[in-house]
């Protein structure tokens, strides 16, 4: 064996097949949770109905901030979860909201209409809640604890487990 | 005329709130969440285009596969675009700007990756590119030598090839040393 040749080979390619591990060891469309551990960014915001709401007014208890559509069907199937957590938790001081992301306050009123809803639903024009809380799909729900501080982001769905553990750790 | 053309279109899509809540709207697009104070004082009309479409280009669209603010037809990039240039127009910098994204939808946003966090990516071409010229060099002068001692040492003190050597050197008429 030419171990002089497989030391050269060696050189070359040991550091470039390195660099590529660690480009593919990391997703490059994994979103980021960059807000986690952060302050919840502020919004002044108004209801469908035209009510206030700001997240100020919130301080001091558990937020859920969710970001949905009606054009998104994640969202339908996550709005289950959301009326069970907020039947449970609402009572022991959680608020639940919801921010309409892209859509028509008339389609959004038509389904809560039908579905229901526990919280208030805020619209956001030009969409500059979404943008502070780095929101690039939907749904997206933050959980702000009590001191105003980002403790999870989950992008798609909550599930029911997820859902529970987070809230039973904000309380 | 941004904020008028903005109140305006509140006004008509928000049947819900009445012509008295503007002052509250107005404050509300004052008071939204902006990142630190600007660093400069806003831009002229031309620079703040530039720099609106240079930071458009620079940065993703958060919805789309590998496209920019600007190529991007989705409203969420449109949305990200206007908020962009009022940021410009605001007197924030293209680094705070870009900040601003970065804290929100992390280093994934900029389209192009700051060359800090790569380094490796940009100096280990250069380095492999070097090794191949020092290699290179080494074996052309390994091969230079070796075409000038056709008959190396080993070649000529070795007995069991005398024999071959004296009759090949016979064949061209060279003397056997």
């Known amino acids: 064996m030419n171990w002089r040749v497989l030391t050269a080979g060696a050189v ?3 550091p470039l097949v390195a ?16 807000l986690e551990g952060r302050e919840a960014p502020e919004f002044n915001l108004r209801t469908i109905d035209g009510e206030p709401f700001s997240l100020a007014d919130a301080k001091g208890k558990p937020v859920v901030v969710n970001f949905w559509s009606t054009w998104c069907q994640p969202c339908k199937i996550e709005h289950p979860v959301l009326m069970n957590a907020a039947e449970a938790y609402g009572p022991a001081g959680v608020q639940f909201v919801a921010v309409i992301y892209q859509d028509d306050v008339s389609k959004v009123r038509a389904f809560l209409n039908r579905s229901g809803s526990h919280w208030p639903t805020l619209a956001d024009p030009g969409g500059r809640t979404a943008i502070a809380y780095g929101v690039a799909g939907v749904p997206e729900t933050f959980f702000i604890d009590k001191d105003g501080i980002i403790l999870r982001k989950v992008s798609g769905p909550v599930s029911q487990p997820i859902m529970v553990t987070t809230l039973e750790e904000m309380l | 005329m941004r904020a008028l053309l903005l109140l305006l279109g509140l006004c008509l899509t928000t049947p819900a709130v009445a012509a008295g809540d503007v002052a509250d709207i107005v404050e509300e697009l004052a008071n939204a969440q902006l990142p630190d104070p600007p660093m400069e004082a806003p831009p002229e009309e031309p620079i703040a285009v530039e720099r609106t479409e240079r930071l458009q280009k620079a940065l993703r669209c ?13 409203e969420a990039a449109r949305a990200m675009g206007d908020r962009i240039e009022e940021l410009v127009r ?29 380094q490796a ?27 000038q001692d056709v008959a190396p040492a080993a070649y000529r003190s070795d007995p069991a090839l005398a024999e071959y050597r004296a009759r090949i050197l016979a064949e061209l008429g060279e003397e056997v040393p």
């Open chain 2, 121 to 147: 990516l940009f100096v280990v071409p250069f380095v492999a590119l070097g090794l191949g010229v020092v290699g290179l060099l080494f074996w052309a002068r390994r091969r230079e030598r070796g075409e």
């Open chain 2, 90 to 118: 605001q007197g924030y910098t293209e680094d705070q700007i870009t900040e601003y994204f970065v804290d929100r939808y992390g280093a994934w946003v900029e389209l192009e990756p700051p060359k800090e966090d790569h």
């Open chain 2, 62 to 74: 958060p919805v789309c596969q590998g496209l920019s603010v600007s190529d991007s037809p989705a």
């Open chain 1, 12 to 14: 070359v390619t040991v």
């Open chain 1, 19 to 34: 660099l590529l591990a660690a480009g593919f060891g990391r997703d490059p469309k994994l979103r980021s949770n960059a």
